[in-house]
């Protein structure tokens, strides 16, 4: 089967007719009885919270597609109170919920997700000491991504990933959506909550451009130190920011901006032309003295900027 990311996606003004064409679709792809979320975005070309969104809940969805005998309410599947159950048969649970969505690990939303089991993630966790030990219990893998530190860095690359994308600042539900990589559980937890990380964002943005006037004072002054009574000046080991063919985070983050997050070339966008991947270009190529600057970097697409090379364009 085709994974979602190599699937263009539909655009964000589709018509609710054609969400039910492409839950549709996908349903016939899925081997199982049920229609789980997970499993759904899995393969799909629209996110089911999108699908949520229009019809009121995902139990709607199914049944505005005639897929209502594949929702997870059937007897076999209603939810049973937490407390009448032993350990084995919540590891059951678990066991089940991995062969539904067809993983050798399942995450805490996962668990939410598909659960038969009216009884919350954290008390499950709880009861096993920890997820870690629950997934032990029942025979699967712990996944790559418990309890991974991101650096500040990922965050603020992941954030400024999901900006671009919908061409504007992303609310807390969508750090959650494609194209996020980090969940909006591990924003809170570590910048205490989603608009704490969006500040921190803008502070890194702004500390970015201190930086590098800093950084320009001191190397000025270290000539000096060095050399009081000569006219020539040391060359600076550190090139400025301009000087640099790297393009930091701040710099890229204000190109975007400046260019309403659309190629220049051809104004397509991520937020209405899905698939579309935008490219910070130099309009001076770095190899022909072009400077790293807002002035010259402009906003491409990945297919304008492609066979450019080392062209200079007016």
């Known amino acids: 089967m085709t994974r979602k990311f190599e ?17 549709k679709r996908v349903a016939s792809l899925i081997k199982k009885d049920v229609v789980s979320q997970v499993v759904f975005n899995k393969y799909a070309k629209v996110s089911s919270s999108t699908a949520r969104k229009r019809f009121g809940s995902w139990k709607k969805v199914l049944i505005a597609a005639g897929l209502d ?5 059937r007897p076999e599947f209603k939810k049973v109170r937490s407390r009448k159950l032993t350990d084995e ?17 399942i995450t805490l939303e996962e668990f939410a997700t598909n659960s038969s089991i009216e009884m919350h993630p954290e008390s499950v966790r709880r009861r096993f000491g920890s997820w870690a030990g629950l997934m032990e219990k029942a025979g699967l893998k712990l996944s790559p991504k418990y309890h991974r530190r ?9 954030l400024l990933n999901v900006w671009t994308y919908h061409g504007r600042q992303p609310v807390y539900r969508e750090i959650d959506e494609y194209p996020s990589t980090i969940s909006s559980g591990a924003y809170e937890g570590r910048f ?4 704490k990380a969006l500040e921190a964002f803008v502070i890194r943005m702004n500390k970015d451009e201190t930086e590098n006037n800093e950084e320009a004072t001191v190397e000025n002054k270290s000539v000096n130190i060095l050399e009081p009574k000569k006219e020539t000046k040391l060359k600076n080991t550190i090139p400025r920011a301009e000087d640099r063919r790297g393009i930091n985070l701040s710099l ?3 190109v975007l901006i400046r260019d309403n997050f659309r ?8 937020a209405t032309n899905p698939g579309v991947e935008l490219q910070i270009d130099h309009k001076n190529p770095f190899s022909n003295q072009g400077k790293t600057s807002l002035e010259n970097l402009e906003t491409k697409c990945k297919e304008c900027n492609l066979g450019k090379g080392d062209r200079y364009i007016e």
Do not use: M
């Open 7 to 23: 699937l263009s996606r539909l655009a964000r003004n589709c018509t609710n007719e054609e969400i039910i064409v492409e839950v």
């Open 69 to 73: 005998h594949r929702y997870a309410d």
């Open 89 to 105: 048969e919540i590891i059951a649970e678990i066991q089940r919920i991995a062969k539904i969505i067809e993983k050798e690990s």
């Open 150 to 158: 991101y650096s500040y860095e990922e965050y603020f690359e992941n």
């Open 192 to 195: 205490g909550s989603w608009r």
């Open 252 to 254: 890229r983050y204000k």
């Open 263 to 270: 190629c220049v070339r051809c104004g397509r966008s991520p």
